[in-house]
């Protein structure tokens, strides 16, 4: 028989797990050594004494050699071809155009494309085509991909990853980058520099263009669309969608080009490209002309107001394709799958 | 490349500080702000071929001495002197570097055809080697060689017909030195030169002596006007002892000096962190360090001090050269300096000295109190060029646990000292003056002395009188963990804690003291400005 003052459906104190968070925390208290207690503990550094400088074998300094060697290789096409484009294309069901654009393409070339979600990478190297795709490495965010041992030896492999700075790249990243591209491999880059916050893309650094410059390759604009939706910035949930990716008409700096003026470039063909998927390509073409392309920042107006922004957008979107988001099966065919492109 | 010394300014975020303690070592954290740490100097690059180095050094000797090879001759006397097991600390893995000089002097002695060749442990008035100890140092070929025809001898310093007397010096200072070194064609003597005040003329002069010939610069004026031994042209140690030898070489004894050098390479790899500095310590040096100390906490005294005493310093030779007695010395004290020099600036109002298991005098043996100040304030004080660390009347904290407790084979004078002298007084000069002369020719002692394996009668008196220039110095001298007995006798101040040490310091030196201390071993010498 319950007591009077107790409401209905409480734990009485007899039925309480013992184990309480109070006591837990104590039990931590007594377990962990306190703060600052050497040698338990590690060392502290004394103030008065100057950090010898450490070699660094992580982030930018981390050496990724072994994953582009050809044992590795083959094992990163196994794992690509047989994991992960068919995962891909059961999560993301992406539907490419614009190869036709840079069929006429030979060497290495240097993607450059708009980033909203960790699906990008995978996506766009299982659409890629074929003989760009297993020659091919992607610029990952050092601070991120690269930080830790195991997390950069997952990258390396998985994406064939070579670490770069976020925002100023440095002209060790750079050099490295070049070497690369005078080997004979193609890139992938995310100019954004991350994924975006809010679904609105964010302005291009500069060091796509800077290596096409230096290079002489030519920079691939591609636009993808959708990843968001199935994984979005902070989420961990994967919910399967549809994807759209689109390739541009290569930009080519020529070596002795400005990489500003080219960066502003590839910039404006990502968001003609985004243009394109929201209306069609001859009002895309007509708006990029008149320079009057809806950037792909959005507007400059307060939250609320860029998140509305961007539900117009995608609806306009859904509009555009015929498609109902995440709505996959039965899957209707517009000639677009990545088989025909 | 191997990093200088270093002196480190204690602030919030330095780690506690590695104190040894006997037969184990505590982390002891410092006032921030006011305390210095002094780190020796990192291990030198050892020899690539010493025993190639040793051969080159013989044959191409400085000073006005010809090679070795032209001063050996058939039917000549050779006589072969070497350091005793005080030298070097701790003892150093095989081959010694004795054994590497004597057998590479013996190979041109084999070649030259001498017949007549005896070797000398120079003990002075130390205990005589055991045979393990022995073939420890000459390596085993050499004692198999020597000792069953009696050839290897320790040197007696008691028997009127083993010593001859070769006159005064200008000071009236006996010299009176083993009778066969000094009737030899050539003396050849074997150094291994631990510290700066190692080698020279004190090899022969100390080495080789008897009490008569000792007495003259190992007594309390002598160590009072030496400042400090480490510097050699300001210690009166040395002055006398230079006296002696050049009245040695006048005397027609025609000496050949090797001396040898070590990198201060101190532990094993296993024990690497006693010599690494704290805040560089890797998780296995921490794991190493939790892992000995909870060992010892729980090990008897005993077998902790077997451990210890087994220890096997990697120390490898960094120097050797050989030829005339000054010259040569003067090449050594350079590498010495070079190994353990540190510059520090100024004098603080403390010293901490952490003390470890050994000092010269009781190797495979006991720390006894009365070793514990000739290692604390006699010979770690005195590890300084230029000014001692501490000011004036500033404090001298020594750790150690200082058990009342001596050998009774390597020792015994030292217990009657302990118990009788020091009962009555601490001040070295009454001491002196009261006690030394019955010590020094007490019987019993002379005959421990000569057929056991026991320091001379007067050991303890000079041991006494090295702490002579501290107890001048020093305003106070406390011990740390101390048994408060045996620390009462020797006239210092006990503390439980190294808090309350310096607690107890400030009614010496007033609030706020500066702290320096020193992080031994290895050894270091403080050049202080």
């Given at each position: 028989m319950?007591?009077?003052?107790?409401l209905?459906?409480a734990t009485?104190?007899?039925?309480?797990?013992?184990?309480?968070?109070?006591a837990l925390r104590?039990?931590?208290t007594?377990?962990r050594?306190?703060?600052g207690?050497?040698?338990?503990a590690?060392?502290?550094?004394?103030?008065?004494?100057?950090?010898?400088?450490?070699?660094?074998?992580?982030?930018?300094e981390y050496d990724?050699?072994?994953?582009?060697?050809?044992?590795?290789r083959l094992?990163?096409?196994?794992?690509?071809?047989?994991?992960?484009?068919?995962?891909?294309?059961?999560?993301?069901?992406?539907?490419?155009?614009g190869?036709?654009?840079?069929a006429?393409?030979?060497g290495?070339?240097?993607?450059?494309?708009?980033h909203a979600s960790?699906l990008?990478?995978?996506?766009?190297?299982s659409?890629?085509?074929?003989?760009?795709?297993?020659?091919?490495?992607?610029?990952?965010?050092?601070?991120?991909?690269?930080?830790?041992?195991?997390?950069?030896?997952?990258?390396?492999?998985?994406?064939n990853?070579?670490?770069?700075?976020?925002r100023?790249?440095?002209?060790d990243s750079?050099?490295?980058?070049?070497?690369?591209?005078?080997?004979?491999w193609?890139?992938?880059?995310?100019?954004?520099g991350g994924?975006?916050?809010?679904?609105?893309?964010?302005p291009?650094?500069?060091?796509?263009?800077w290596l096409a410059?230096?290079?002489?390759r030519?920079v691939?604009?591609?636009?993808?669309?959708?990843?968001?939706?199935?994984?979005?910035?902070?989420?961990?949930?994967?919910t399967?969608?549809?994807?759209?990716?689109?390739?541009?008409?290569?930009?080519?700096?020529?070596?002795?080009?400005?990489?500003?003026?080219?960066?502003?470039?590839?910039?404006?063909?990502?968001?003609?490209?985004?243009?394109?998927?929201?209306?069609d390509w001859w009002?895309?073409a007509?708006?990029?002309a008149?320079?009057t392309t809806p950037?792909?920042?959005?507007p400059?107006a307060?939250?609320?107001?860029?998140?509305?922004?961007?539900?117009?957008?995608?609806?306009?979107?859904a509009?555009?394709g015929?498609?109902?988001d995440?709505?996959?099966?039965?899957?209707?065919?517009?000639g677009?799958?990545?088989?025909?492109? | 490349?191997?990093r200088?010394?270093?002196?480190?300014?204690v602030?919030r975020?330095t780690?506690?500080?590695?104190?040894?303690?006997?037969?184990?070592?505590?982390?002891e954290?410092l006032?921030?702000?006011?305390?210095?740490?002094?780190?020796?100097p990192?291990?030198?690059?050892?020899?690539?071929?010493?025993?190639?180095a040793?051969?080159?050094?013989?044959?191409?000797?400085l000073?006005?001495?010809?090679?070795?090879?032209?001063?050996?001759?058939?039917?000549?006397?050779?006589?072969?002197?070497?350091d005793?097991?005080?030298?070097?600390?701790?003892?150093?893995r095989?081959?010694?570097?004795?054994?590497?000089?004597?057998?590479?002097?013996?190979?041109?002695?084999?070649a030259?055809?001498?017949?007549?060749?005896?070797?000398?442990?120079?003990?002075?008035?130390?205990?005589?080697?055991?045979?393990?100890?022995?073939?420890?140092?000459?390596?085993?070929r050499v004692?198999?060689?020597?000792?069953?025809?009696?050839?290897?001898?320790?040197?007696?310093?008691?028997?009127?017909?083993g010593?001859?007397?070769?006159?005064?010096?200008?000071?009236?200072?006996d010299?009176?030195?083993?009778?066969?070194?000094a009737?030899?064609?050539?003396?050849?003597?074997?150094?291994?030169?631990?510290?700066?005040?190692d080698?020279?003329?004190?090899?022969v002069?100390t080495?080789?002596?008897?009490?008569?010939?000792?007495?003259?610069?190992h007594?309390?004026?002598?160590?009072?006007?030496?400042?400090?031994?480490?510097?050699q042209?300001?210690?009166e140690l040395h002055?006398s002892n230079?006296?002696?030898?050049r009245?040695?070489?006048?005397?027609?004894?025609?000496?050949?000096?090797?001396?040898?050098?070590?990198?201060?390479?101190?532990?094993?790899?296993?024990?690497?962190?006693?010599?690494?500095?704290?805040w560089?310590?890797?998780a296995r040096?921490?794991?190493m360090?939790?892992?000995?100390t909870k060992?010892?906490s729980?090990?008897?005294?005993?077998?902790a001090?077997?451990?210890?005493?087994?220890i096997?310093?990697?120390h490898a030779?960094?120097s050797?050269?050989a030829?005339?007695?000054?010259a040569?010395?003067?090449a050594?004290?350079?590498?010495?300096?070079?190994?353990?020099?540190?510059h520090?600036?100024?004098?603080?109002?403390?010293?901490?000295?952490?003390?470890?298991?050994?000092?010269?005098?009781?190797?495979?043996?006991?720390?006894?109190?009365?070793?514990?100040?000739?290692?604390?304030?006699?010979?770690?004080?005195?590890?300084?060029r230029?000014?001692?660390?501490?000011?004036?009347g500033?404090?001298?904290?020594?750790?150690h646990?200082t058990p009342w407790?001596?050998?009774?084979?390597?020792?015994?004078?030292?217990?009657?000292?302990?118990?009788?002298?020091?009962?009555?007084?601490?001040?070295?000069l009454?001491?002196e003056?009261?006690?030394?002369?019955?010590?020094?020719t007490?019987?019993?002692?002379?005959?421990l002395?000569?057929?056991?394996?026991?320091y001379?009668?007067?050991?303890?008196?000079y041991?006494?009188?090295?702490a002579?220039?501290?107890?001048?110095h020093?305003g106070?001298?406390?011990?740390?963990?101390g048994?408060?007995r045996?620390?009462?006798?020797?006239?210092?101040s006990?503390?439980?804690?190294?808090?309350?040490?310096?607690e107890m310091?400030?009614?010496?030196?007033?609030?706020?003291?500066?702290?320096?201390?020193?992080h031994l071993?290895?050894?270091?010498l403080?050049?202080v400005?």
């Open positions: 319950s007591r009077p003052d107790e209905p459906g009485t104190p007899a039925r309480r797990l013992p184990v309480t968070p109070g104590s039990l931590r007594r377990i050594p306190t703060a207690a050497f040698p338990l590690k060392p502290t550094w004394p103030g008065t004494v100057p950090r010898p400088p450490v070699q660094r074998t992580l982030g930018t990724t050699g072994w994953a582009r060697r050809y044992p590795v094992a990163r096409v196994l794992v690509q071809e047989f994991v992960a484009r068919p995962a891909v294309r059961a999560i993301a069901d992406p539907q490419v155009s190869l036709d654009r840079i006429h393409l030979e290495p070339v240097i993607f450059a494309a708009n960790h990008d990478a995978p996506l766009l190297l659409v890629i085509p074929e003989r760009w795709r297993h020659h091919l490495f992607v610029a990952g965010a050092a601070d991120y991909f690269f930080d830790t041992r195991p997390k950069a030896a997952t990258f390396a492999f998985l994406l990853a070579v670490p770069i700075e976020r100023r790249v440095s002209r750079l050099r490295r980058l070049t070497t690369l591209l005078g080997e004979g193609s890139m992938l880059i995310f100019p954004e994924r975006t916050p809010d679904g609105w893309g964010q291009h650094s500069a060091g796509a263009a410059v230096r290079t002489g030519p691939v604009p591609v636009h993808v669309e959708g990843t968001r939706r199935i994984l979005a910035r902070g989420s961990s949930k994967l399967p969608g549809t994807t759209r990716v689109t390739f541009g008409r290569p930009l080519a700096a020529g070596t002795g080009g400005d990489a500003r003026v080219l960066a502003a470039t590839v910039e404006r063909a990502v968001a003609a490209l985004a243009d394109e998927q929201t209306t009002t895309a007509r708006r990029a008149a320079r950037a792909l920042t959005g400059q307060p939250a609320w107001r860029r998140t509305w922004a961007l539900g117009e957008r995608r609806r306009r979107t509009r555009a015929g498609r109902r995440g709505g996959r099966w039965p899957k209707a065919s517009d677009r799958s990545p088989r025909r492109g | 490349m191997p200088p010394g270093f002196v480190l300014e602030d975020s780690p506690p500080v590695l104190t040894w303690h006997g037969e184990g070592f505590r982390l954290r006032p921030a702000g006011r305390s210095r740490v002094i780190y020796a990192e291990p030198l690059e050892p020899l690539d071929d010493p025993d190639q040793v051969r080159d050094a013989l044959l191409s000797p000073g006005d001495s010809a090679p070795l090879p032209e001063l050996l001759f058939p039917r000549m006397r050779l006589t072969i002197a070497f005793d097991i005080s030298l070097p600390l701790p003892p150093m095989r081959p010694d570097n004795r054994q590497r000089v004597i057998e590479a002097v013996l190979d041109m002695a084999a030259a055809g001498v017949d007549d060749v005896v070797l000398i442990c120079a003990l002075a008035l130390h205990r005589r080697m055991t045979e393990a100890e022995l073939r420890h140092a000459v390596g085993d004692y198999d060689a020597f000792a069953p025809h009696g050839l290897l001898l320790q040197h007696d310093a008691e028997d009127p017909d010593l001859v007397h070769l006159g005064k010096t200008d000071q009236g200072e010299v009176e030195i083993s009778k066969r070194a009737e030899s064609d050539l003396l050849v003597y074997v150094n291994i030169n631990l510290v700066a005040m080698g020279g003329h004190k090899s002069a080495g080789l002596a008897s009490y008569r010939s000792l007495r003259h610069h007594n309390v004026r002598t160590m009072l006007h030496s400042r400090s031994f480490m510097d042209e300001r210690s002055s230079w006296r002696m030898g009245l040695i070489a006048a005397s027609g004894v025609r000496v050949f000096q090797i001396e040898t050098t070590l990198n201060n390479d101190t532990f094993p790899e296993q024990m690497a962190f006693l010599q690494k500095r704290e560089e310590w890797t040096d921490r794991a360090y939790l892992a000995t060992g010892l729980v090990t008897p005294p005993r077998v001090r077997s451990i210890f005493q087994s096997k310093a990697p030779m960094t050797v050269h030829g005339e007695v000054e040569v010395h003067r050594t004290t350079e590498m010495i300096y070079r190994q353990q020099m540190v520090v600036e100024g004098q603080t109002d403390i010293v901490i000295l952490g003390l470890p298991h050994l000092s010269p005098y009781n190797v495979n043996s006991i720390m006894n109190p009365v070793l514990v100040v000739c290692m604390g304030l006699g010979y770690l004080f005195n590890m300084y230029g000014k001692p660390l501490v000011r004036a500033g404090v001298v904290i020594l750790s646990p407790a001596f050998h009774p084979v390597h020792h015994p004078s030292y217990i009657d000292f302990f118990e009788e002298v020091l009962a009555d007084t601490t001040d070295p009454q001491i003056k009261t006690y030394e002369q019955r010590f020094a007490d019987e019993w002692y002379r005959h002395y000569r057929t056991s394996h026991a001379h009668g007067v050991h303890p008196f041991m006494w009188y090295w002579a220039h501290a107890f001048d020093i106070r001298a406390i011990i740390v963990g048994e408060p045996a620390v009462r006798r020797l006239g210092l006990p503390a439980s804690s190294l808090d309350d040490a310096l310091a400030t009614d010496t030196v007033g609030r706020e003291p500066t702290i320096s201390h020193l071993p290895p050894i270091m403080a050049d400005h």
